[in-house]
Every structure is written in C-alpha cells, then in structure tokens.
C-alpha cells in the first residue's frame, strides 16, 4: 500500500511567526506576530507538517546563547500549546558568513545551511520524508525567496518582518500575501488557490 505524501508548509520564523524588531536573543524579545498562533494551528488541523527554517548568526556574534535560544524556543512552544498548535520541527544555522573581532571563530566563515543555502531544507526533507511536489516555504526576506528559488518550491512572501525589502537577493516569491494568517487560509486552505501556487512550480521540482 502506498503511504499518501503528507503535504509540508516551510516557515520562516522571524517576521513571519513573530515580530523582528531586530535578532531575537532574549525570550521577552519574542513576541507572536498577530494571527500567526491560529495560522499554524490551522495547519496542524489540516494534519499537514510544518516546519520552522531559521538563520540564527546571532549564535555566531555570540550575541545570543544557546540557553536563551532554548528559551525563546520554549516561549514559541508555550504559545502555540496554548491554542493548541505546534510546529513539527525547528531547524537553524548559527553561522555567519564573515568573522569581526569578538565574535566565534568557529562558527563564522561560508557554510551551505545559511539561507539562501538549502542544506537545512535537505536535511529536514530527509528527517520527515518530504515530499517537494506538495511543499511550500513563507518567508519575510529574499534570502527566503532565493532558498526556494533554488530547491524549486512555490514561495509565498509576507509583508511582515522585512517584506522583502532586505535588499540581500534577488529572489522573488510565487505569491506575496499580508502574513501568514493571510497565506494559509486564503491561499492553503483554498484548495484551488493551492493548486494554483504548488501546480505552477512542479516542472522546476526534480
Ligand atoms: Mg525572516
Ligand atoms: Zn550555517
């Protein structure tokens, strides 16, 4: 019997799943963007799998710890329990391309899980069997829009976070929506609108 593919929604999380005031390395830092709770609470009861894809050079400035890391993610945690929703899986790169004085070593140079680099998509496809003919990736940056350029997934940007205007790429998104609310129950949850956004990419998909 052939297992049915389980459809895969790729985040972003800052700017997407909260408020990027700027990198985020205290837990009162993180606040939910509006709607974001109930969108991926939407998602899990469509029982779709979503998983969260995040450059953290924080790590690397040794601006952010991995204790407060832990926190923070636990904050995410505790919010999306409250509405009952969680995210399948959180995948980050600590790295950063260049090294300045004070900052880690070991952490700073090129590496291929910094967005625009796919490895971390590759390894969560990997992990839960994903399926790229019914995936999609929202993000706020074009370094978001670029990844999915080059895994040849459909794309929807948001108008949170930086929307686009980070100037790092020149990625552009299958789709441009308000947020994430906006993006999985007007674009998702809409079976034809789904078809449309996922169809038009499936000839890039390997
Ligand atoms: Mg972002
Ligand atoms: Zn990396």
Redesign the pocket.
Known sequence: MKKESVFTVFL?????INE?PGPILRPEQFRFIPGSVQAIRRINDKGWRCLVVSNQAAFAKRQLTMENFQRICEKMEQGLREVGAHVDDLFYCPHYPRWQEGWDAELCGPCDCRKPGTLLFHQAAEKHGVDWKQTVFI???TT?FEAARRLGIPMIGVQT??AGKDGKCDGTPTLWVKDLQMAVEEVLLDDNTRHDIIGCNMDTCE
């Open positions: 972003d999380r800052d700017g997407v990027e993000g706020d940056t978001d976070g930086h």
